[in-house]
């Protein structure tokens, strides 16, 4: 079974105060890792994928990066509008729901002013 | 692009009565929508697999009958709450897949609450 798992549950930062959310997983074929964003009330925003280890993606503050075992995302210098639940998902290489994510509990994200 | 729309956003009813959700692919086709459901700071958790054109794959401990799946076209999946009571009040999130290894994309939800 597939298993995700966030740290920390909660962060607090200051606004510019750069600092990093992991992800660790156990999946048998991965096939992607997932970063989503979550405002309260509303559904996952898509953030990145990630393929393979040693692979990155960047958006803005944002940096994900990939290991084979888990996965890093990097805040730098957040700001006040980065406040928002962080979750990780992987998708396995096979299964009866071909494409169905498995998410980790999610951390939530405070960047105070 | 890859926009999902869900709707209703939210919805009261009354212990008994059935809720039906509908979840649309607005600029791509979905061969394959998936519903979860999301608890008050838990994580999403997988209900079912929605495939057009099939009858949908429940997860583990879900009730098909209760949590009744409609894929009648490749952009439109439905989700009928049967029978609502309190304990299924919940905020419901579906999401759909393009083609081959792409992301999945989600609806903004609905929240359910059954009095």
């Known amino acids: 079974e597939d298993q995700v798992t966030q740290s920390p549950e909660a962060l607090r930062l200051q606004e510019g105060e750069s600092s990093s959310l992991n992800c660790s997983y156990t999946?048998?074929?991965?096939?992607?890792l997932f970063w989503y964003r979550q405002d309260p009330g509303k559904g996952p925003e898509f953030l990145f994928t990630?393929?393979?280890a040693g692979e990155e993606k960047e958006k803005e503050r944002l940096k994900a990066t990939l290991t084979k075992k888990e996965s890093f995302l990097h805040i730098t210098a957040p700001k006040p509008e980065d406040s928002a639940t962080y979750l990780c998902?992987?998708?396995?290489?096979?299964?009866?729901?071909?494409?169905?994510?498995?998410f980790g509990q999610g951390t939530i994200l405070t960047v105070h002013p | 692009g890859a926009v999902v729309s869900q709707h209703p956003s939210w919805v009261i009813c009354k212990s008994g009565t059935s809720v039906k959700i509908e979840c649309r692919s607005l600029?791509?086709?979905?061969?394959?929508m998936f519903w979860y459901r999301q608890f008050p700071k838990q994580s999403l958790m997988l209900m079912a697999t929605?495939?057009?054109?099939?009858?949908?794959?429940?997860e583990q401990g879900v009730e098909k009958d209760k949590f009744l799946i409609n894929h009648a076209s490749l952009t439109l999946s439905t989700l009928t709450v049967t029978s609502a009571h309190p304990e299924d009040s919940s905020f419901y999130i579906c999401?759909?897949?393009?083609?081959?290894?792409?992301?999945?994309?989600f609806g903004n939800g609905t929240r359910l609450t059954v009095t």
């Open positions: 999401s759909a897949r393009g083609t081959g290894n792409s992301p999945l994309h």
């Open positions: 999946v048998s074929g991965l096939r992607g």
């Open positions: 990630l393929y393979s």
């Open positions: 998902a992987v998708r396995n290489a096979g299964g009866t729901s071909y494409g169905k994510l498995t």
């Open positions: 600029d791509f086709q979905a061969t394959t």
């Open positions: 929605s495939n057009e054109g099939s009858k949908a794959t429940y």
